[in-house]
């Protein structure tokens, strides 16, 4: 089974910009859609982006559309969530997580997760 690592969080201002990565290891990868979930304190987890196995085709919840953008290494193992426009709403802890495209796929592999602060 892959571990996921997430990493790159971090406190910010609104308006700025952050790179969350998140590393696989002791697994497949390549082939794999990856996918970006996040969860704020007292709120349920929330989709967030999808990357399919070739990174031609991505899809976005429409909270971050427009102002995020996932990609992927497959050389690296490393799938990658740019964020920009940050606002405090989007402070959450965010988990990658290998599995289906979309928010109601199965997912079989998740990562511990980074926490994003944004400060107004």
């Known amino acids: 089974q892959v571990q996921l690592v997430e990493s790159g969080g971090g406190l910010v201002q609104a308006g700025g910009s952050l790179r969350l990565s998140c590393a696989a290891s002791?697994?497949?990868?390549?082939?794999?859609?990856m996918n970006w979930f996040r969860q704020a304190p007292g709120k349920e987890r929330e989709f967030v982006g999808s990357?399919?196995?070739?990174?031609?085709?991505?899809y976005y919840a429409d909270s971050v559309k427009d102002r995020f953008a996932i990609s992927r290494d497959d050389a690296e193992k490393t799938v990658y969530l740019q964020m920009n426009s940050l606002k405090p709403e989007d402070t959450a802890v965010y988990y990658c997580?290998?599995?289906?495209?979309?928010?109601?796929?199965?997912?079989?592999?998740w990562g511990q997760g980074t926490q994003v602060t944004v400060s107004s």
């Open positions: 997580a290998r599995g289906g495209f979309g928010p109601a796929a199965n997912y079989d592999s």
């Open positions: 990357i399919n196995w070739s990174g031609g085709n991505t």
């Open positions: 002791g697994g497949t990868f390549s082939g794999y859609v």
